[in-house]
């Protein structure tokens, strides 16, 4: 039983679960309904399973190897959260993001023959070679690391838009209708893309600055010690403003289609909790400081994917 929590502990099965959530809440609020007014996709429910399946592979194998490579730091930063030479030896560790990133690609691959999709091998490929990349050097650059992480995170969202905007077609529909829906769906999945994007970056900035103390230790380039804590929380600060800003021009967009469960969820439950961050933000000084605001930026961010639900009740 242990042997279990240690490894649900090292592939983040939150955050695997949260892969889960968003792709299915995806699928049933911007794709599924859709059938009933004669637009369909030539990507059925057993391909985007898999496409699930090998998203989760793939990010389990990179939180693996990233925690393999990060062990001395883990050490210094969490030494009672590591698991590697602890409960799992660090060969097994090894050997599961093989076997994972394998599964994934292959999974991808499958997907690739069996529908018109012909990129999805390539592109997951191309993920666990970034994730590796960024395990062994990319994530101790200025930047370079953050960046790339909330690409990945975007790119979530992005995999499972574009399996469905390459496979949309219309049969027996209003030619009208379906350029409103395309041209929808695409706004859509660039907003919550966006979203994904930024506030991954503003809670990966934070975790450097509840990092620094280890990555210091080992020679990390992060922003807090590049650019020093009062930089680093003026950058988080920003982005935080932005997207604020932008859910703000958004509510005030949808209020004009009578969407007032939308403002009212977006409010309580996105803006409000951004606006404490920021006000937290200035005073927060320890790493349990820093590790509350990453937690509540998490919540945000399943928050925003949630609000999903949004579209699948107003259209």
């Known amino acids: 039983m242990k042997l279990i929590a240690a490894f649900l502990s090292l592939v983040r099965w939150q955050n695997l679960a949260f ?3 968003t792709q299915v809440l995806f699928y049933y609020s911007l794709v599924q309904q859709r059938y009933s007014k004669s637009i369909y996709f030539n990507f059925d429910k057993n391909h985007f399973i898999l496409l699930i399946i090998a998203s989760v592979l793939i990010a389990a194998a990179g939180y693996i190897i990233n925690d393999y490579f990060d062990l001395n730091i883990d050490q210094v930063n969490k030494p009672d959260r590591t698991v590697i030479d602890k409960s799992i030896k660090r060969r097994w560790a090894i050997v599961q993001h ?8 292959g999974i991808s691959v499958y997907i690739d023959l069996t529908t018109s999709i012909f990129w999805l091998g390539i ?7 970034l994730l590796f990349g960024y395990s062994i050097t990319l994530k101790k650059k200025l930047l370079i690391g953050n960046i790339l992480i909330s690409a990945l995170t975007a790119w979530v969202i992005i995999v499972a838009f574009l399996c469905y905007y390459r496979t949309i077609y219309c049969a027996n529909c209003d030619p009208a209708y379906y350029d409103v829906y395309v041209h929808r769906f695409i706004r859509i999945s660039v907003l919550y893309a966006g979203f994904a994007f930024i506030i991954s970056l503003i809670r990966e900035v934070v975790k450097d600055l509840e990092d620094m103390h280890g990555d210091a230790r080992y020679g990390c380039k992060t922003m807090p010690i590049v650019w020093g804590i009062p930089a680093s929380k003026i950058f988080v600060a920003v982005w935080l403003i932005v997207l604020i800003s932008v859910i703000c021009v958004v509510q005030v967009y949808v209020l004009q289609f009578g969407w007032w469960w939308s403002a009212v969820y977006s409010i309580a439950l996105i803006i409000v909790p951004l606006i404490w961050i920021i006000f937290k933000l200035r005073a927060a000084q320890t790493p349990a400081d820093y590790h509350r605001l990453s937690s509540v930026i998490k919540y945000v961010m399943f928050a925003g994917i949630l609000s999903m639900l949004v579209f699948r009740i107003y259209t």
């Not at 093989?98 to 690609?105: K, Q, Y």
């Not at 592109?123 to 070679?129: I, K």
């Open 19 to 21: 892969i889960v959530i």
């Open 98 to 105: 093989i076997l994972f990133s394998l599964a994934g690609i």
């Open 123 to 129: 592109s997951n490929l191309a993920c666990v070679m």
